[in-house]
């Protein structure tokens, strides 16, 4: 019974593809001063091909000894993250993001289930080792979210890297799944089934927890706000912050920065008012068209605008951790 019932609901919030809606905006390298892109993709176990970019300001790519891979949020590809790569890219960085599989530019037909960008990036990992100019590169991590979900477990997956930076990330999918059933009876009943059917999906990387970083010596920088509705403090942050005494992590805490600490304040609320909008508009049944059609004076910049602050104490730490 319980087998058929999270079949259902596995297919209604993973058996589909991750693409462009037609209605939203999504920055190019060509847009930020200075940038060059490379392409850069690899092949899945299951012969998916997932496709991304080298982003940097040098000469080439080769000048580079240090290299982080940004990894991307739900519901979205990497270039929904253009804005935040550029600031790595100011700073000095080479970048490597790429789609996981299902999503926007990569091949597939469905995201699985939860454990997706995990299991991408285990992929990623062997296509870097395999390639000549980039392993011998030293290797830090940067995610938001889902993606800061992939970057705190990888730590727990692999000892290689310099540090990793997790904005808002989801700490496990076991800590999802309370915060979704919110302790209830049913989801105590539910979650070892929840469990039992990702681990046939993507095998046991879905137990890993960024609990166990706290026994980890790479260096983790920790950036969340209270007030997240998306992954709440309770299920994710409260745990880590009880346990957590590892001199090498650090943490930035926000009393009100949503799920969205690396926006400015303003961008955030443009951001939730703008969401409100397409929710109603497409409530109404508007297309993408007519959705572009009433948004034509909309300013994107408003919605994006990254906090320069925070992001040069990301850069300082990325720095200082460099080995």
Request: hydrophobic share 35%; aromatic share 14%; proline share 3%.
């Amino acid at each position: 019974m319980f087998d058929k019932s999270i079949k259902k609901i596995y297919d209604g919030m993973f058996n589909f593809r991750c693409d462009d809606p037609g209605y939203n905006k999504y920055y190019t390298y060509q847009e930020f001063d200075g940038m060059k892109e490379e392409k850069f993709s690899f092949v899945t176990r299951k012969n998916n091909t997932l496709r991304g970019g080298l982003y940097y300001s040098g000469g080439s790519i080769d000048e580079y000894e240090h290299m982080i891979v940004f990894l991307h949020g739900m519901t979205c590809g990497y270039l929904a993250y253009m804005n935040e790569i550029n600031m790595l890219v100011k700073a000095g960085f080479l970048v490597l993001s790429y789609d996981y599989t299902a999503t926007f530019s990569s091949d597939g037909d469905s995201l699985e289930g939860f454990g997706r960008p995990l299991v991408d990036f285990q992929d990623a990992m062997k296509a870097i080792e395999a390639d000549g100019r980039l392993n011998k590169k030293s290797i830090s991590l940067v995610g938001h979210s889902w993606g800061g979900y992939a970057a705190v477990n990888a730590v727990n997956m692999f000892d290689m890297f310099d540090c990793a930076v997790c904005l808002s990330p989801v700490l496990s999918y076991k800590a999802a799944i309370k915060q979704n059933f919110n302790g209830s009876f049913f989801g105590k009943l539910i979650s070892p089934h929840v469990m039992n059917y990702e681990r046939k999906i993507f095998g046991d990387v879905i137990d890993l927890t960024g609990l166990a970083t706290v026994e980890k010596p790479t260096p983790i920088l920790f950036v969340y706000s209270k007030d997240d509705p998306t992954v709440s403090y309770k299920y994710h942050y409260k745990p880590l912050e009880d346990i957590d005494d590892n001199p090498r992590h650090e943490r930035i805490v926000f009393e009100d920065r949503d799920h969205f600490p690396q926006f400015t304040k303003r961008a955030i609320e443009k951001f939730r008012k703008r969401q409100k909008e397409v929710r109603g508009w497409l409530a109404e049944g508007k297309t993408a068209e007519e959705i572009n059609a009433l948004s034509v004076d909309f300013c994107w910049d408003d919605i994006v605008e990254q906090d320069e602050n925070l992001w040069a104490r990301i850069t300082q730490f990325i720095s200082r951790n460099q080995k």
